[in-house]
């Protein structure tokens, strides 16, 4: 069992950053994947970005390539998504999980609550 819980959302206006974190307790966190997915009010979860378990493969979302970056640090069994030139379509509850290394939600076992991100234009 993972048990995972996100912090740093926030209201931040558009061009600006944000940096997510997501600290994971339980089972081997360096054994999982960990994936970023967000959801928009009436819209359904899409993926944002994905790193293995090592940290050396990550993939993105093409909505988000080049502005977000996904870390992880294993010895803290944590991980981040830096969110930078934020627009306004990406206000969005923003949910990090654990799993299989893939950009599927189906793919990942472990789901944490969820922190809002909000983009003001």
């Known amino acids: 069992q993972v048990q995972l819980v996100e912090s740093g959302g926030g209201l931040v206006q558009a061009g600006g950053s944000l940096s997510l974190s997501c600290a994971a307790s339980g089972r081997a966190f360096s054994s999982y994947a960990m994936g970023w997915f967000r959801q928009a009010p009436g819209k359904e979860r899409d993926f944002v970005a994905t790193i293995n378990g090592s940290g050396k493969m990550t993939s993105y979302g093409d909505s988000v390539k080049g502005r977000f970056t996904i870390s992880r640090d294993n010895a803290g069994d944590t991980v981040y998504l830096q969110m930078n030139s934020l627009k306004p379509e990406d206000t969005a509850v923003y949910y990090c999980?654990?799993?299989?290394?893939?950009?599927?939600?189906?793919?990942?076992?472990?789901w944490g609550q969820g922190t809002q991100v909000t983009v003001s234009s």
């Open positions: 999980a654990a799993g299989l290394y893939g950009s599927s939600q189906w793919q990942y076992y472990y």
